[in-house]
Structures are given as structure tokens and as C-alpha cells.
């Protein structure tokens, strides 16, 4: 009669099984809890804030100047890493000959006020050291080979434009891990037209905003904006490395 192997026998075999899964679920979680996010009073999303921000400078390649007086967003973290958000600019104004300018106004808005599609965010890392973080806003169909609707108007006497693509900003008060907080900044920024940041972690495919109007033949130019923003939020949250 065949003797029945002793439990002793697949001991080895079973504990490494378990040693095995037990450091994949540690590093899973270690990896979650390191991962960028925010994190909201008592865990509750959404989370809703908005913003006010200043003058901001909008840089079209090879043209004239354009500017708004003011902005305003409303927005909401949907969980810990993305969410929704509407800006709305006010005071938006072409000057290609310099002087008071012509407004430009988004349809079925007050004279000057550019808004944009219904955008959602993504935090974000700006650099590969992680030391730099933000928001990556982008309209729906991002990603696909034709640059989707960020914003359109009509600017006065020289025809409509649309702004395509999607817009990076950083992110820079409070700090990551900082306590928690009703209030933080962002900003964008342009080198000439060329929106900086535009890479997550500081490499990959660059995100851009270009301007397209029918006064340059719908010629597609590389477009930047450049405007810093201070958010409320309606409940305090932190922001987590």
C-alpha cells in the first residue's frame, strides 16, 4: 500500500505560495499609497471648488496680442485622482494692431467672455523626481489624433477661432502632504506659445494648445496661456505624494 505523503511535504511549496502573494498585496498598497492624489475632509467626493484668477495672457505663434481681464472655474474632484472642470474667461480681447482691440465671445455669451467645453482634470507629476505636480485638463476625445475643442469664439470683425487641445498647469501652493486646507493655487504657463509645463513627469507625448481661426486659413498655431488661479474648496482637503 502506497504510504500518503506527510502535510510536512507541501509545506514548503504552500508557505511560498502565500510569502508570494503576501508581498504582491504589500507592494499593491505601498504602491496606492504613494500614488499621487487628493484627499478630502472624511473621504467624501465629490469634492467642489472654484477659482478667480487676474489678467491672463493668451500667446498665438507669429500674432498679435491677446488678453483677458479676468477668469472664474467651477470644478470637482470625482476621486482622489481626476474630476471635472469649466473656465470662464471674461474681458477676452484681440489686439492685432494694438490699441483697445476687438472682443472675442464665446456663442450665447456676454460680449468678451471666451468658456470652454465641459473639461475633466488628471492629477498629475510635472517632473520625473516627483517634486512638481498639477492638473492635465483636457476636452472630450483627447488623446485622438485630431485636437479636440477646448474653447470657440468669435472675435469682431475678423471671424470665429477655436482653441484646441488640452492645458497643463502646476499646482503650486500648498505643498504635497501639506495639512489639510479650503484654499490652493494653480498656474499656467508659456515659454513664447509653447505651453509649460506639457509633459507628465517630465517625458512622453507633449500636451499642447493650439489656436485655429479663419483669418489664418485655419491654420492650426501653437497657442499659450499664461494666468495663475487661487481656488476655495467647499470642504478642506490635502493634497498626497
Known amino acids: 500500500m502506497r504510504s500518503r505523503p506527510s502535510p510536512l511535504h507541501f509545506f514548503p511549496a504552500a508557505f511560498g505560495a502565500a510569502l508570494a502573494v503576501s508581498l504582491i498585496i504589500a507592494a499593491l498598497a505601498a504602491s496606492s499609497a504613494s500614488a499621487l492624489s487628493f484627499a478630502p475632509n472624511k473621504g467624501l467626493f465629490p469634492a467642489l471648488f472654484t477659482s478667480k484668477a487676474g489678467l491672463a495672457e493668451i500667446r498665438v505663434l507669429n500674432e498679435g496680442p491677446h488678453s483677458c ?3 472664474t472655474s467651477s470644478g470637482k474632484f470625482v476621486n482622489g485622482t481626476s474630476g471635472e472642470i469649466k473656465l470662464t ?3 477676452c480681447v484681440f489686439r492685432p ?3 483697445s482691440g476687438t472682443p472675442c465671445t464665446s456663442p450665447g455669451q456676454a460680449s468678451g467672455t471666451i468658456v470652454t467645453t465641459n473639461l475633466s482634470f488628471t492629477l498629475v507629476y510635472l517632473d520625473a523626481a516627483h517634486t512638481k505636480y498639477g492638473l492635465l485638463l483636457s476636452p472630450p476625445g483627447a488623446g485622438g489624433l485630431v485636437p479636440p475643442v477646448f474653447a470657440e469664439a ?3 470683425g475678423w471671424g470665429k477661432e477655436k482653441w484646441l487641445g488640452e492645458l497643463m498647469g502646476q499646482i503650486i501652493s500648498p ?6 486646507s479650503t484654499a490652493f493655487k494653480f498656474y499656467f504657463n508659456a515659454v513664447g506659445a509653447t505651453q509649460e509645463p506639457r509633459f ?3 517625458t512622453g507625448p507633449a500636451h499642447r494648445l493650439f489656436r485655429e481661426a479663419v483669418w489664418t486659413g485655419s491654420e492650426l498655431r ?3 496661456i499664461v494666468q495663475e488661479h487661487s481656488a476655495s474648496l467647499a470642504n478642506a482637503g490635502q493634497f498626497l505624494p
Open 69 to 71: 481681464s479676468g477668469a
Open 89 to 91: 474667461y471674461t474681458g
Open 97 to 99: 494692431f494694438g490699441g
Open 154 to 156: 468669435e472675435c469682431a
Open 175 to 180: 505643498a504635497l502632504g501639506a495639512p489639510m
Open 200 to 202: 507628465v513627469e517630465g
Open 222 to 224: 501653437e497657442m499659450g
